[in-house]
């Protein structure tokens, strides 16, 4: 099986079905552990292999019936043996789990018998599948027993009663890996780095040369932006046979955390090239097909290096409807992710939650509050599966502008959820939408030491911290105003005629993806075009207006293309587009009776500069123009977003309330048409002004 781990490691194989038939054919030679083995490797690796000999020479094997589970989804040979042999029924419980049939899982351990040699593990299992069904239920002893009683903890109180109880109970605590490494997985799920180090430190002190210590500080170092750290020791990690470069016979572990290692590597360059992460993906995948992580990761690594269009292509048939509808929404395709994750929702708890809030998203992403609003359904028992709903509850209701809903919906989870740097962040926003600077303050303060531990440093400003800085000052500035758009949405007041010419501009430096392939296409679709490049755009300055030294002078493509858009749009009118905004449709209407377009963004109700539109000649363009050259001129290291940005155009904004011709749009109302500020590749280099 080492060479055929090697074989698919090079390429796939020209004949898939050979290994299972020579592994068939040879049955005779092997003893119980080989065949075993062997079966597993193949089933692992989805390749084809017939159980049923093998089933037939060891039919007392409850780890060969199990394995019909994983290569056909049947769970009646590991039925027939469980139930004759009175032993493992916890392997058939998490069968009918894996298969999405709760209640066959709690069904195989409803009735356990003491003398069974393997009663512990099952009562073990029946416990934890009531724990995650939200049943009753009582931990037995022992370090098992521990951990489903820090579960029950978890989810039944919260994040902030589980780290309670570590502190209290840690020296009392079995010296069991497993228990602390999930105590580790699930403080870093929270987000709660301070729990996760304290539960590290415990794990190495006890088991300071087990595996699972080895992982975990690898892991916490990924996490905790230590690249350099997580290279050095993913490096001197050894195989079985003392090799280092073998990654056929790593662990699908190994393969995830060098995938992860590598990602963070190549994004620290200025114009990193991803194939290497897809290539050693596709490998891995090969391996592990139905490692859900590394679906993961090769889906990302997709997203990062290939062609959009072929990846659009394949997640309509991908194995995971919610991944794919997660890859579809970064894509900018919500129809399709909305159509991936058509009902029948899955039976288990946890999953038919996150599928109900993947839809609610997509129904977000498509400016359908109100349809998400109810795609979200009731609010779960269990407390971090309401946090998850509270998160995106809150930001429905935050864009719908209704406030009150959204802050009483994070107030309750905050108390059991603390950490969890997505709901502070929500909070800061939603307490600056209703006008509590403080609050919103507050709010990232708390995000601040939450994300100073987690990398160990302070995490430097941000826009959310300029904007709630300028509301908590005395002078009129952008957040004044942002806040008379989030209070109201200005009227539109048509005009006879519509003066803004139908053609789009757009601004792009460096290679160009297939992302920014496909988008121009989109675009052009709908109406003439015109693209611009650092070159382009400084002789059209240079023959248009006086500012071709200062965007000489500019130290980023952002605020370049931030002073190019204005200049242009003051002289000649027209729409002025970034290219990480994907139509979905037509947007004629948007421009007939107006002479100026502009979208109040979701997030502090400023006013977007990725899409304007304008008359020519228009002297509030021109006056924002010379406004923010003015400002780029005396800004030694401008921030674009407050300089040259969102920050600038919606001070300026404030003043055409009520003028005739100007089109306010929200951002639903953008979405339904656009979908917006997509992950391009070039966002997670250092090179990105965010």
Not at 89 to 94: D, E, G, M, N, V
Request: with cysteine; proline share 9%.
């Amino acid at each position: 099986m080492l060479a055929l781990a090697q074989q698919m490691w090079t390429a796939p194989l020209p004949d898939p079905s050979a290994p299972g038939r020579d592994l068939v054919a040879g049955l005779a030679r092997l003893d119980y552990d080989a065949a075993l083995a062997g079966a597993a490797t193949l089933v692992r690796m989805d390749l084809p292999v017939d159980l049923d000999p093998l089933q037939k020479r060891w039919p007392g094997s409850v780890d060969l019936a199990r394995l019909s589970v994983e290569a056909a989804r049947d769970p009646g040979p590991l039925e027939t043996v469980v139930k004759r042999a009175n032993r493992r029924r916890a392997a058939l419980a998490w069968a009918h789990w894996s298969l999405d049939d709760p209640d066959r899982a709690l069904a195989a351990v409803a009735r356990l018998d003491p003398a069974s040699p393997s009663h512990d593990g099952d009562l073990a299992a029946q416990t934890e599948i009531r724990i995650l069904l939200d049943l009753p239920a009582d931990p037995p002893p022992g370090p098992q027993g521990a951990r489903l009683s820090l579960l029950q903890t978890w989810r039944h109180e919260g994040a902030a009663a589980l780290a309670w109880r570590m502190t209290l109970e840690s020296p009392a605590l079995p010296a069991h890996p497993g228990l602390w490494s999930w105590l580790i997985d699930t403080f870093v799920a929270e987000r709660d780095f301070d729990s996760a180090g304290a539960a590290f430190a415990r794990l190495a002190a006890r088991q300071p040369d087990h595996p699972a210590t080895a992982a975990q500080r690898i892991r916490l170092a990924l996490e905790q932006g230590r690249t350099a750290e997580a290279r050095r020791l993913l490096d001197a990690q050894v195989d079985a046979h003392g090799a280092r470069d073998t990654p056929w016979l790593w662990s699908a572990q190994r393969h995830i955390q060098h995938l992860r290692c590598l990602l963070d590597t190549l994004s620290a360059g200025s114009r990193p090239d991803y194939a290497p992460v897809l290539d050693h993906a596709t490998r891995a995948l090969r391996l592990f097909p139905r490692n859900r992580v590394l679906q993961g990761l090769h889906v990302q690594a997709r997203e990062l290096a290939d062609d959009w269009a072929a990846l659009a292509r394949d997640l309509n048939s991908h194995p995971d409807a919610r991944m794919a509808a997660r890859s579809l929404l970064r894509l900018g395709l919500p129809e399709a992710a909305l159509a991936r994750l058509a009902p029948p929702d899955p039976a288990l708890p946890d999953h038919a939650l996150r599928t109900r809030l993947r839809r609610a998203e997509t129904l977000l992403r498509m400016g359908r509050t109100d349809a998400a609003m109810q795609a979200l359904g009731p609010a779960p028992a269990a407390i971090p599966m309401r946090a998850e709903h509270a998160f995106w509850q809150a930001e429905i209701a935050a864009a719908s502008r209704d406030l009150t809903t959204a802050r009483a919906v994070l107030s309750e989870v905050l108390d059991t959820s603390p950490t969890r740097m997505g709901l502070r962040l929500t909070a800061a926003r939603v307490a600056f939408l209703s006008g509590d600077a403080r609050g919103a303050q507050d709010q990232l303060d708390a995000f601040r030491a939450l994300k100073t531990a987690e990398l160990g440093m302070d995490p430097g400003f941000d826009l959310r911290d300029r904007i709630v800085a300028d509301a908590l000052g005395a002078a009129p500035g952008p957040a004044q105003a942002a806040l008379g758009f989030a209070r109201a949405v200005p009227d539109f007041i048509p005009l006879a005629d519509s003066p803004i010419p139908p053609r789009v501009a757009h601004y792009w430096e460096g290679p160009r993806s297939s992302a920014i392939t496909r988008s121009l296409a989109a675009w052009a679709a709908l109406c003439p075009q015109r693209l611009f490049d650092a070159e382009s755009a400084r002789d059209w300055l240079e023959r248009n207006t006086a500012l071709a030294p200062l965007f000489d002078r500019l130290p980023d493509p952002a605020t370049r293309a931030d002073l190019f858009r204005l200049a242009l749009l003051a002289a000649e009118g027209g729409i002025f587009v970034d290219l990480d905004e994907y139509p979905r449709a037509g947007l004629a209407d948007w421009l007939e009776g107006a002479r100026l377009v502009l979208v109040i963004e979701e997030g502090h109700a400023t006013i977007a500069n990725n899409f304007l539109a304008a008359e020519p000649g228009l002297p509030f363009m021109a006056g924002l123009r010379d406004r923010v050259a003015a400002t780029l001129a005396e800004t030694e290291t401008p921030y674009p977003w407050w300089h040259s940005g969102p920050a600038r155009v919606t001070q300026a904004a404030a003043g055409l309330v009520g003028a005739p011709g100007i089109r306010f749009l929200t951002q639903p109302d953008y979405e339904t048409r656009i979908a917006t500020n997509l992950p391009f590749p070039h966002k997670r280099s250092a090179a990105h002004w965010r």
